[in-house]
Nanobody, 127 residues
Framework: VQLQASGGGLVQAGGSLRLSCAVS????????MAWFRQAPGKEREFVQG??????????YSADSVKGRFTISRDNAKNTVYLQMNSLKLEDTAVYYC???????????????????WGQGTQVTVSS
């Protein structure tokens, strides 16, 4: 499995960006994908995730981005998106997409649960 993240860039506070994570390779019938981010000098933190199974999809969000960010997927394109609106200075970080092969009903929010990672894309929010 390979993940290719893209879509980062420089944006002013209050603006929007959409990140993409293209998945190639074989996944399990139930899996989860998530976006994490890491700011300079800080630990990697969970942003939003989506669980995918035959029953449908479930999303889970960190409180810091609720109402501003939306995770979604395009099944036909095998791509997961992170739509980021109302961006704040504190959203500045390198954003990583990740895939967990094991998923039941709860989207994991810890990095250790994820088996594959994309290369990261820089998001910089300026004032």
């Amino acid at each position: 499995v390979q993940l290719q993240a893209s879509g980062g860039g420089l944006v002013q506070a209050g603006g929007s960006l959409r990140l993409s994570c293209a998945v190639s390779g074989r996944t399990s019938s139930a899996y989860a994908m998530a976006w994490f981010r890491q700011a300079p000098g800080k630990e990697r933190e969970f942003v939003q995730g989506i669980g995918i199974s035959r029953r449908g999809t479930t999303t889970y969000s960190a409180d810091s981005v609720k109402g501003r960010f939306t995770i979604s997927r395009d099944n036909a394109k095998n791509t997961v998106y992170l739509q980021m609106n109302s961006l704040k200075l504190e959203d500045t970080a390198v954003y990583y997409c990740a895939l967990a092969l094991s998923y039941n009903t709860v989207v994991p929010a810890v990095a250790e649960r994820y088996n594959y990672w994309g290369q990261g894309t820089q998001v910089t929010v300026s004032s």
